[in-house]
Protein backbone atom coordinates (compact mmCIF):
# COMPACT_ATOMS: atom_id res chain seq x y z
CA UNK A 1 0.00 0.00 0.00
CA UNK A 2 1.30 3.72 -0.35
CA UNK A 3 1.92 5.94 1.97
CA UNK A 4 3.10 8.64 3.79
CA UNK A 5 4.83 8.77 6.90
CA UNK A 6 5.20 11.63 9.82
CA UNK A 7 6.84 10.03 12.39
CA UNK A 8 6.44 12.73 15.31
CA UNK A 9 2.86 14.20 16.18
CA UNK A 10 4.41 17.05 17.51
CA UNK A 11 8.25 19.10 17.49
CA UNK A 12 9.35 21.55 19.57
CA UNK A 13 12.07 24.01 19.09
CA UNK A 14 13.29 27.37 20.69
CA UNK A 15 12.69 30.12 18.46
CA UNK A 16 16.10 30.87 16.68
CA UNK A 17 17.27 26.92 16.48
CA UNK A 18 17.17 25.10 13.49
CA UNK A 19 14.01 22.83 12.57
CA UNK A 20 12.91 19.97 11.27
CA UNK A 21 9.92 18.42 10.08
CA UNK A 22 10.44 14.56 9.17
CA UNK A 23 8.35 13.09 6.32
CA UNK A 24 9.15 9.46 4.53
CA UNK A 25 6.88 7.82 2.20
CA UNK A 26 6.60 4.47 -0.47
CA UNK A 27 4.76 5.29 -3.28
CA UNK A 28 5.03 3.78 -6.35
CA UNK A 29 6.98 5.53 -9.21
CA UNK A 30 8.55 9.20 -9.28
CA UNK A 31 6.78 10.65 -6.53
CA UNK A 32 5.74 14.31 -6.84
CA UNK A 33 6.77 15.83 -3.14
CA UNK A 34 4.05 18.88 -0.98
CA UNK A 35 4.50 20.36 1.85
CA UNK A 36 1.63 22.25 3.12
CA UNK A 37 1.05 24.75 6.28
CA UNK A 38 -2.26 25.13 8.24
CA UNK A 39 -2.63 27.52 11.00
CA UNK A 40 -5.28 27.11 13.40
CA UNK A 41 -9.13 27.43 11.63
CA UNK A 42 -7.86 28.29 8.44
CA UNK A 43 -7.04 25.96 5.11
CA UNK A 44 -3.72 24.64 4.04
CA UNK A 45 -1.05 26.91 2.69
CA UNK A 46 1.29 25.52 0.21
CA UNK A 47 4.80 25.79 1.07
CA UNK A 48 7.17 24.05 -1.26
CA UNK A 49 7.46 21.44 -3.82
CA UNK A 50 9.79 18.68 -5.08
CA UNK A 51 9.02 17.56 -8.80
CA UNK A 52 11.93 17.11 -10.34
CA UNK A 53 16.25 18.43 -10.66
CA UNK A 54 17.87 19.76 -7.68
CA UNK A 55 17.09 17.80 -4.25
CA UNK A 56 17.00 20.97 -2.02
CA UNK A 57 13.83 22.91 -2.91
CA UNK A 58 12.93 26.42 -1.44
CA UNK A 59 9.72 27.16 -0.22
CA UNK A 60 7.82 30.42 1.62
CA UNK A 61 8.47 31.72 4.59
CA UNK A 62 12.06 30.50 4.50
CA UNK A 63 11.39 26.57 4.44
CA UNK A 64 13.30 24.32 2.26
CA UNK A 65 13.24 20.68 2.03
CA UNK A 66 15.43 18.51 0.68
CA UNK A 67 14.43 15.24 -1.64
CA UNK A 68 16.40 12.03 -1.06
CA UNK A 69 15.53 9.39 -3.20
CA UNK A 70 17.86 6.34 -1.37
CA UNK A 71 16.01 6.97 2.07
CA UNK A 72 12.80 7.70 1.01
CA UNK A 73 12.48 10.92 2.56
CA UNK A 74 11.75 14.77 2.17
CA UNK A 75 11.95 16.55 5.50
CA UNK A 76 10.76 20.22 5.77
CA UNK A 77 13.88 22.31 7.17
CA UNK A 78 14.58 26.21 8.53
CA UNK A 79 17.80 27.22 9.69
CA UNK A 80 16.17 29.49 12.35
CA UNK A 81 12.71 29.22 13.70
CA UNK A 82 9.99 32.34 15.05
CA UNK A 83 7.50 31.53 16.85
CA UNK A 84 4.98 32.25 14.02
CA UNK A 85 6.18 29.00 12.46
CA UNK A 86 4.18 27.65 15.45
CA UNK A 87 1.43 25.63 13.23
CA UNK A 88 0.78 22.39 11.74
CA UNK A 89 2.16 20.89 9.13
CA UNK A 90 1.18 18.10 6.18
CA UNK A 91 3.46 16.31 3.93
CA UNK A 92 1.71 14.95 0.80
CA UNK A 93 3.18 12.97 -2.24
CA UNK A 94 1.60 12.10 -5.08
CA UNK A 95 3.05 8.82 -6.86
CA UNK A 96 4.33 8.54 -10.33
CA UNK A 97 1.30 6.76 -11.57
CA UNK A 98 -1.45 9.30 -12.96
CA UNK A 99 -4.58 8.01 -11.81
CA UNK A 100 -3.12 8.41 -8.11
CA UNK A 101 -4.56 11.52 -6.15
CA UNK A 102 -2.00 12.70 -2.84
CA UNK A 103 -1.36 11.09 -0.49
CA UNK A 104 -1.73 12.95 3.10
CA UNK A 105 0.82 12.74 6.20
CA UNK A 106 -0.54 12.64 9.57
CA UNK A 107 0.41 16.10 10.18
CA UNK A 108 2.97 17.56 12.34
CA UNK A 109 2.45 20.29 15.29
CA UNK A 110 5.11 22.26 15.58
CA UNK A 111 5.11 24.42 18.66
CA UNK A 112 8.36 27.29 18.31
CA UNK A 113 8.49 28.53 22.23
CA UNK A 114 9.88 32.04 22.68
CA UNK B 1 -5.83 38.82 -5.81
CA UNK B 2 -6.42 35.50 -7.35
CA UNK B 3 -8.02 33.22 -4.62
CA UNK B 4 -10.17 30.22 -3.96
CA UNK B 5 -13.34 31.60 -1.95
CA UNK B 6 -15.57 29.69 0.32
CA UNK B 7 -18.88 30.22 1.61
CA UNK B 8 -20.07 30.38 4.24
CA UNK B 9 -17.08 30.53 6.70
CA UNK B 10 -19.09 28.59 9.07
CA UNK B 11 -22.51 26.55 8.99
CA UNK B 12 -24.78 25.21 11.06
CA UNK B 13 -27.47 22.23 10.66
CA UNK B 14 -29.86 19.85 12.27
CA UNK B 15 -29.38 16.53 11.83
CA UNK B 16 -30.52 15.30 8.58
CA UNK B 17 -31.34 18.50 7.21
CA UNK B 18 -29.67 19.29 3.72
CA UNK B 19 -27.07 21.60 3.71
CA UNK B 20 -24.82 23.18 0.46
CA UNK B 21 -21.30 24.06 0.59
CA UNK B 22 -20.00 26.53 -1.86
CA UNK B 23 -16.76 27.22 -3.24
CA UNK B 24 -15.84 29.74 -5.60
CA UNK B 25 -12.55 30.49 -7.66
CA UNK B 26 -10.80 33.33 -9.33
CA UNK B 27 -7.64 31.29 -10.71
CA UNK B 28 -9.17 29.54 -13.78
CA UNK B 29 -7.73 26.20 -12.46
CA UNK B 30 -8.78 23.04 -14.31
CA UNK B 31 -9.35 21.04 -11.13
CA UNK B 32 -11.41 21.43 -8.06
CA UNK B 33 -11.75 19.51 -4.85
CA UNK B 34 -13.72 18.94 -1.83
CA UNK B 35 -12.10 17.81 1.23
CA UNK B 36 -13.20 16.52 4.88
CA UNK B 37 -10.85 17.22 7.79
CA UNK B 38 -11.43 16.09 11.00
CA UNK B 39 -9.97 18.00 13.93
CA UNK B 40 -6.05 18.49 12.69
CA UNK B 41 -6.62 15.22 11.02
CA UNK B 42 -5.01 15.18 7.27
CA UNK B 43 -7.46 16.30 4.56
CA UNK B 44 -9.67 13.19 3.27
CA UNK B 45 -10.47 13.32 -0.10
CA UNK B 46 -14.24 13.26 -1.48
CA UNK B 47 -14.15 13.48 -4.41
CA UNK B 48 -12.52 16.04 -7.41
CA UNK B 49 -13.33 17.63 -11.05
CA UNK B 50 -11.01 16.82 -13.59
CA UNK B 51 -13.02 19.89 -15.92
CA UNK B 52 -16.06 18.49 -16.17
CA UNK B 53 -15.42 15.18 -15.39
CA UNK B 54 -16.47 14.16 -11.61
CA UNK B 55 -14.56 11.73 -9.60
CA UNK B 56 -15.52 9.99 -6.75
CA UNK B 57 -13.29 8.54 -3.85
CA UNK B 58 -14.13 4.63 -3.53
CA UNK B 59 -15.14 5.48 0.16
CA UNK B 60 -17.33 8.84 -0.20
CA UNK B 61 -20.77 8.27 1.26
CA UNK B 62 -23.44 8.48 -1.34
CA UNK B 63 -24.95 11.05 1.25
CA UNK B 64 -21.91 13.51 0.00
CA UNK B 65 -22.48 14.98 -3.92
CA UNK B 66 -21.19 17.39 -5.65
CA UNK B 67 -21.91 19.82 -8.21
CA UNK B 68 -19.61 22.21 -10.65
CA UNK B 69 -21.84 24.04 -13.32
CA UNK B 70 -18.65 26.16 -14.52
CA UNK B 71 -15.05 26.49 -14.29
CA UNK B 72 -15.39 28.71 -11.00
CA UNK B 73 -18.27 27.03 -8.78
CA UNK B 74 -18.49 24.21 -7.21
CA UNK B 75 -20.98 22.80 -4.58
CA UNK B 76 -20.83 19.95 -1.98
CA UNK B 77 -24.51 19.04 -0.52
CA UNK B 78 -25.16 16.68 2.27
CA UNK B 79 -28.33 15.15 1.63
CA UNK B 80 -28.59 13.93 5.26
CA UNK B 81 -25.96 15.55 7.90
CA UNK B 82 -25.76 12.99 10.53
CA UNK B 83 -23.70 13.61 13.56
CA UNK B 84 -20.15 12.05 12.14
CA UNK B 85 -20.45 14.74 9.54
CA UNK B 86 -19.40 18.15 11.52
CA UNK B 87 -15.75 18.51 10.22
CA UNK B 88 -13.76 21.32 8.40
CA UNK B 89 -14.48 21.00 4.96
CA UNK B 90 -11.91 22.59 2.23
CA UNK B 91 -12.38 23.08 -0.87
CA UNK B 92 -9.20 23.33 -3.33
CA UNK B 93 -8.01 23.83 -6.87
CA UNK B 94 -5.32 22.77 -9.16
CA UNK B 95 -4.06 23.31 -12.82
CA UNK B 96 -2.55 20.02 -14.23
CA UNK B 97 -2.94 18.17 -17.47
CA UNK B 98 -2.13 14.66 -17.18
CA UNK B 99 1.34 14.55 -17.70
CA UNK B 100 2.05 17.27 -14.78
CA UNK B 101 0.34 17.79 -11.24
CA UNK B 102 1.21 21.07 -9.12
CA UNK B 103 0.33 22.20 -6.11
CA UNK B 104 -3.28 22.39 -5.06
CA UNK B 105 -5.09 26.11 -3.23
CA UNK B 106 -7.41 25.76 -0.47
CA UNK B 107 -9.37 27.82 0.24
CA UNK B 108 -10.13 28.64 3.99
CA UNK B 109 -12.76 26.32 4.89
CA UNK B 110 -16.39 25.40 5.82
CA UNK B 111 -16.67 24.53 9.39
CA UNK B 112 -20.14 22.49 9.70
CA UNK B 113 -21.28 21.66 12.87
CA UNK B 114 -24.22 19.15 13.13
CA UNK B 115 -26.73 19.20 16.09
Known amino acids: AQSVAQPEDQVNVAEGNPLTVKCTYS??????LFWYVQYPNRGLQFLLK????DNLVKGSYGFEAEFNKSQTSFHLKKPSALVSDSALYFCAVRPGDSNYQLIWGAGTKLIIKP | DAMVIQNPRYQVTQFGKPVTLSCSQT?????MYWYQQKSSQAPKLLFH???????NEADTPDNFQSRRPNTSFCFLDIRSPGLGDAAMYLC??????????????FGPGTRLTVL
Open chain 2, 27 to 31: LNHNV
Open chain 1, 27 to 32: VSGNPY
Open chain 2, 92 to 105: ATGRETRANRNEQF
Open chain 2, 49 to 55: YYDKDFN
Open chain 1, 50 to 53: YITG
